[in-house]
């Protein structure tokens, strides 16, 4: 299974970014697809995530960013939906996916910095 995320970039706060993530090779639909995020010098952190029929947001990103999913020739995307970023949104964003609950692959990782 690969993963091959995109979308990431320079935005000023306040600005807009959509990520995307496309995944090959897998065989079965995918139980959890969710969007993790590292900081410099901090721990991954999952920032939106479905698993199974459940959404969920880390607090600091609810009600700011959407994450959403579809299989659009028989290819599994994931995408995600970043308004009002602020300067702490800055991170590597990694997609990654499951057959279970938790992340078993993951993509390559697409940097998001947000500045003036």
């Known amino acids: 299974v690969q993963l091959q995320a995109s979308g990431g970039g320079l935005v000023q706060p306040g600005g807009s970014l959509r990520l995307s993530c496309a995944a090959s090779?897998?065989?079965?639909?995918?139980?959890?697809m969710g969007w993790y995020r590292q900081a410099p010098g901090k721990q991954r952190e999952l920032v939106a995530g479905?698993?199974?029929?459940?959404?969920?947001?880390a607090d600091s990103v609810q009600g700011r960013f959407t994450i959403s999913r579809d299989n659009a020739k028989n290819t599994e995307h994931l995408q995600m939906n970043m308004n009002s970023l602020k300067p702490e949104d800055t991170a590597v964003y990694y997609c990654?996916?499951?057959?279970?609950?938790?992340?078993?692959?993951w993509g390559q990782g697409t940097k998001v910095t947000v500045s003036s």
């Open positions: 090779g897998n065989k079965f639909r995918f139980y959890h």
């Open positions: 990654g996916m499951g057959y279970g609950s938790v992340s078993n692959f």
């Open positions: 479905i698993t199974g029929g459940s959404i969920n947001y």
